[in-house]
């Protein structure tokens, strides 16, 4: 099962494109087209499935998830800093803004050098399709050259991928070595990037994209942020940034902009549609009204807040009032490169925050009641969610949405899943998402073609 274009699969799929809800289609047949995209998708009570079936065996284009493996939508990583990977596991002992000059921001400093580049955004793409991660949404560097290449490398391995060169320029808050020289250059830098992906020769499908990249008002001078809000106007790309992210962060930019994060963020134009506020676990009630509005998307990234954010987005509340919200891992920020910890995380954190933390309280006072997500929404958020707040056509089994999936092996001997009992579907599928690793994952389809060099079971 190498390459699925213009192939019939058949077996059994699970997707949740509802919050709070999965379906699960057994005995399914998904007709993927010559493009890559999902031409039909049709349950085995559907009156097609049997002629379509034996027309696609009898001209040699069935393809068959192996018996008791099943195909999920690929999941989508909403916030990754991608040269932050050589530290994955590491420097998470000091709060967010000592972390940035004491071990973040030196590394990253090194991507002025290609050749480590080259080494450390191989590996890392490398490992996000091999974690099952289709689609990444991903800082780079100031560094326009490394940018470049991060871009080529997810070109040439077929990740689908959104990418931004970091645009930093306050002499006050960024190290001499890893600072634009000025607004100008930050946002000649931008340009050159979101060039360099359009006209490259083997993205004509676009499956990488420029995205403009901020990378925190405390790090950017106005005239900066005001050039890429009118910059990403322009040209209709993507936006990514922090947003309220710890006590630090949201009352440095309460006190620089006499606002919040995201009104000012709103101001400089940098909150719309195809923009993703990774964090935003400080927002206030008039703030989840403006992102709603600008239907703006959010990171969720519940490992790292873990270490770094100081409190517990939300999320519930979030979603009830209709804001579009994904998960990430927030490489290094969060020490994991699998959407599978960050959902697991996600559910525990809401529990955290539904029951409260601190023992000395009493229960009634403890937590938040009505803060509880579970398994069904977090594989929701890390899937058609994502998808979702990126408005890109994946993260379902749907007509038109593009084939980016894994196979999923919960019988893998290497595996983590165990299964002492029979179990339907939704059962294995809620203790595969809960308890699978690496070795569970037996096939990572892009566009209807196989990205990894594992092979399914069979
Ligand atoms: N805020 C500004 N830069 C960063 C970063 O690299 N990681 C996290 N988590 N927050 C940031
Ligand atoms: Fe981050």
Redesign the pocket.
């Known amino acids: 099962m190498h390459d699925l274009r213009g192939r019939v699969l058949a077996g059994t799929f699970a997707h949740a494109p509802v919050r709070g809800a999965v379906e699960i289609l057994d005995d399914a047949l998904v007709e993927i087209d010559a493009a890559g995209a999902i031409a039909a998708v049709i349950p085995r009570d559907d009156p097609r499935h049997a002629a379509t079936l034996s027309d696609a065996r009898a001209a040699g284009r069935l393809e068959r998830i192996p018996a008791g493996a099943f195909a999920i939508p690929g999941f989508v990583d909403l916030h990754i800093?991608a040269p932050?990977y050589p530290q994955l596991g590491a420097a998470l002992d000091a709060p967010?803004e000592v972390w940035?000059h004491r071990y973040?921001f030196p590394l990253e400093a090194r991507y002025a050098d290609l050749a480590f580049a080259r080494r450390a955004y191989t590996a890392l793409v490398d490992d996000l399709l091999a974690n099952g991660t289709t689609t990444a949404l991903m800082?780079a560097t100031v560094h326009t050259d490394a940018t470049r290449l991060l871009a080529d490398i997810a070109v040439e391995k077929g990740l689908r991928a959104l990418i931004g060169k970091v645009a930093m320029d306050d002499p006050a808050a960024c190290p001499p070595d890893l600072r634009d020289a000025s607004p100008e250059a930050a946002l000649a830098g931008t340009q050159t990037v979101i060039d360099h992906i359009f006209a490259h020769p083997d993205n004509a499908q676009r499956r990488v994209l420029p995205v403009v990249t901020p990378?925190?008002i405390?790090?950017c001078t106005d005239p900066t942020l005001e050039g890429l809000g009118a910059l990403a106007r322009a040209c209709g790309c993507h936006v990514q940034t922090?947003c309220s992210?710890s006590d630090w962060?949201h009352a440095f930019v309460l006190k620089r902009m006499g606002r919040t994060d995201a009104e000012a963020l709103d101001g400089f134009g940098l909150v719309g549609r195809r923009t993703v506020l990774?964090?935003a676990g400080f927002l206030t009630p008039a703030d989840m009204d403006l992102v709603r509005r600008r239907g703006a998307g959010i990171a969720h990234?519940p490992v790292?807040n873990a270490y770094?954010a100081n409190a517990i987005f939300p999320l519930r509340s979030a979603l009830e009032k209709g804001l579009r919200v994904g998960l990430g891992t927030?490489i290094s920020?969060g020490p994991i490169a699998s959407i599978l910890d960050a959902m697991r995380m996600a559910v525990a954190a809401s529990r955290m925050l539904e029951d409260g933390v601190d023992p000395d309280l009493p229960a009634e006072r403890r937590g938040r009641p009505g803060s509880r997500i579970d398994w069904r929404t977090a594989f929701h958020l890390a899937t058609a969610g994502g998808a979702d707040a990126l408005d890109l056509p994946v993260g379902l089994f749907m007509p038109g949405r593009r084939f980016d999936a894994l196979v999923v092996d919960p019988h893998a001997p290497a595996g983590t899943v165990r299964l002492f009992e029979d179990l339907s579907t939704e059962e294995v599928l809620a203790r595969s998402l809960y308890t699978a690793s690496r070795p569970n994952i037996a096939g990572v389809y892009v566009d209807g073609r196989s990205r990894t060099t594992i092979s399914a079971r069979n």
């Open positions: 800093h932050q967010l940035l973040t800082f990378r925190f405390p790090s922090h992210e962060e990774a964090h990234c790292s770094f927030d920020g």
